[in-house]
């Protein structure tokens, strides 16, 4: 866990950000559903994708660095969001 730690840095970290709110705001419009709602989410998906990957044992992350990373955050937070979009449903025009 440390040794992803160290990969993300302050920097990687924020670009998991970022990249959770961009996930967000085109879920929200793609979906329609709430923006906040989804940007949140995405944020929450793309920083923890990471950190269970290496949970469960994942090595493809430590082994292929950042690029990896980023990879794992952006599916994983759109996994999320079409959890969370199949949950709450299609709220447009309510």
């Known amino acids: 866990m440390e040794g992803l ?3 993300l840095g302050v920097i ?3 670009i998991l950000v970022v990249i959770g709110l961009l996930a967000g ?3 929200s419009l ?3 559903g709430d923006r906040g709602l989804y940007m949140v989410v995405g944020v929450i998906a793309a920083l923890a994708t990471p950190f269970v990957l290496a949970l469960i044992g994942v090595g493809v992350i ?3 660095g950042i690029a990896a990373i980023l990879v794992a955050a952006i599916v994983g937070a759109a996994i999320v969001l079409l959890i ?3 949950v709450s449903g299609n709220r447009r025009g309510r």
């Open 5 to 7: 730690l160290q990969t």
């Open 12 to 14: 990687g970290i924020a």
């Open 25 to 27: 705001l085109l879920a």
């Open 30 to 32: 793609i979906a329609g």
């Open 62 to 64: 430590a082994a292929y």
């Open 84 to 86: 969370v979009q199949a």
